[in-house]
């Protein structure tokens, strides 16, 4: 069973960037598929990112395609966000999860990850 510790997160002005890292420890990093979501006050919590095993392929979420980049170092056991240009509307607490998977693939869903950090706050000021 593997455990998630986010860690990065901050406070930053509009146009600014963060990375926010997620650690891994407790299992097979490169068997996981990883995904990063975030929830505002008030509101569901919603995809971000995710990145495949290998980091061969990756999905974003459209109102963050062209400003964020995941990333991972399966030999860090890390996976990484890469948030640039950021807007007020980012504000949110940021998880990241995991999810094992055979195949090659990219998950999308909250419902379908299994285990997830305890979230970094992201803020950004207008």
């Known amino acids: 069973q593997v455990q998630l510790v986010e860690s990065g997160g901050g406070l930053v002005q509009a146009g600014g960037s963060l990375r926010p890292s997620c650690a891994a420890s407790g299992g097979t990093f490169d068997r996981y598929v990883m995904g990063w979501f975030r929830q505002a006050p008030g509101k569901e919590r919603e995809f971000v990112a995710s990145i495949s095993r290998s980091g061969g392929k990756t999905s974003y979420a459209d109102s963050v395609k062209g400003r964020f980049t995941i990333s991972r170092d399966n030999a860090k056991n890390t996976v990484y966000l890469q948030m640039n240009n950021l807007k007020p509307e980012d504000t949110a607490v940021y998880y990241c999860?995991?999810?094992?998977?055979?195949?090659?693939?990219?998950?999308?869903?909250?419902?379908?990850?299994?285990?997830w950090g305890q979230g970094t706050q992201v803020t950004v000021s207008s």
């Open positions: 999860a995991a999810e094992v998977r055979l195949l090659t693939s990219v998950v999308v869903t909250t419902q379908e990850y299994d285990y």
